[in-house]
């Protein structure tokens, strides 16, 4: 599966923008959801992720509570919602897809990912 971001922009400190993932062919049925964020100078980091099967959801605590993983089923689309936006959040927005069995989570935050989505910028001014 290959996958496309789409969304983030510019917005205001406090402000909300939403970054949405789709797979160019295929279906995210079977795949768990996890985003990263690359800002400049910096290497990747790990945002958060969410399995569709067991339901669980995992973040990095400084987004906790400002940011949530959800999907559009008949949309076949995640999204990555992001609210009370912080100019430390400006970074380019990465989604990617990972088989989604007892593994995932493993899989995942150890790079051994199905397919990357492209990024997305999101720009947080003060």
């Known amino acids: 599966v290959q996958l496309q971001a789409y969304g983030g922009g510019t917005v205001q400190a406090g402000g909300s923008l939403n970054v949405s993932c789709a797979p160019c062919?295929?279906?995210?049925?079977?795949?768990?959801t996890g985003w990263f964020r690359q800002a400049p100078g910096n290497e990747r980091e790990f945002v958060g992720a969410r399995s569709w099967g067991v339901g669980t959801s995992y973040y990095v605590k400084s987004v906790q509570d400002r940011f949530s993983l959800s999907r559009d089923t008949a949309k076949n689309t995640w999204y990555l919602r992001m609210s009370s936006l912080k100019p430390e959040d400006t970074a380019i927005y990465f989604c990617?897809?990972?088989?989604?069995?007892?593994?995932?989570?493993?899989?995942?935050?150890?790079?051994?990912?199905?397919?990357w989505g492209q990024g997305a910028q999101v720009t947080v001014s003060s």
């Open positions: 062919g295929g279906h995210f049925e079977n795949y768990a």
């Open positions: 990617a897809a990972v088989r989604d069995d007892s593994k995932w989570y493993r899989a995942l935050r150890s790079g051994a990912v199905n397919a």
